[in-house]
């Protein structure tokens, strides 16, 4: 298995990259999140990789993060999500977005990614729920996580924006119910 490609990047042809390393030319599939981040031609390049050996091919793709890697990992597991998919689900949002989404069970955030439908968003929330995203709550518990998806809900009804929803239920203790955990929001929010 190919783990790690290091060497010069030689050509960018969204969403392919012709890496040498030492001589040999690998072409390597990358969602667009890495393709962003990637240096100039020429230069040095390092990815984690993920080889998809099918019957008619050996498909390299590339990933500028292990989180990247083994989101896309996660996702070609499940059925009716191919390489292809998976490469547009994060090149259509960010590992973060996807995993508060799932922890959300917001199946509209993932149909806006080019290839999704409803179904397809629905399978991919129920299939991810508890193996993405978890880590986004202020507890690791299902309990926990329905309580923090619970406080999210009503700090964004309330008119915050995600992003201050989301900092404020950081900030909240592991146990917190969801009354409880909305009073303690609001006053952490008010002190922004």
């Known amino acids: 298995m190919i783990g790690r490609l290091s060497g010069i990047l030689l050509e960018?042809?969204?969403?392919?990259?012709?890496?040498?390393?030492?001589?040999v030319g690998y072409e390597v599939g990358v969602p667009m999140s890495t393709f962003y981040n990637l240096p100039g031609?020429?230069?040095k390049i390092a990815l984690l990789t993920h080889l998809a050996i099918r019957e008619d091919a050996h498909v390299l793709?590339?990933?500028?993060?292990?989180?990247?890697?083994?989101?896309f990992k996660q996702l070609i597991k499940i059925s009716?999500?191919?390489a292809?998919?998976?490469?547009?689900?994060?090149s259509g949002m960010s590992v973060q977005d996807l995993a508060q989404a799932v922890t959300l069970q917001e199946a509209g955030r993932l149909t806006k990614v080019p290839g999704i439908g409803k179904k397809?968003?629905?399978?991919?929330?129920?299939?991810?729920?508890?193996?993405?995203?978890?880590d986004l709550g202020p507890v690791g518990s299902p309990h926990g996580s329905d309580a923090s998806g619970d406080i999210l809900n009503a700090l964004i009804?309330?008119?915050?924006s995600d992003k201050e929803a989301m900092l404020a239920l950081k900030q909240l203790p592991p146990d917190a119910t969801v009354s409880e955990g909305i009073k303690?929001?609001?006053?952490?929010?008010?002190?922004?």
């Open 61 to 71: 793709y590339g990933f500028g993060t292990a989180e990247e890697r083994n989101v």
């Open 80 to 82: 009716g999500v191919g």
């Open 120 to 134: 397809t968003a629905e399978r991919l929330l129920l299939e991810l729920k508890g193996k993405l995203g978890a």
């Open 157 to 160: 009804a309330l008119g915050y």
């Open 41 to 43: 031609l020429g230069e």
């Open 184 to 192: 303690l929001a609001l006053k952490a929010l008010s002190k922004l």
């Open 84 to 90: 292809r998919t998976a490469l547009s689900i994060l």
């Open 12 to 23: 960018k042809n969204p969403p392919q990259l012709l890496i040498d390393c030492n001589g």
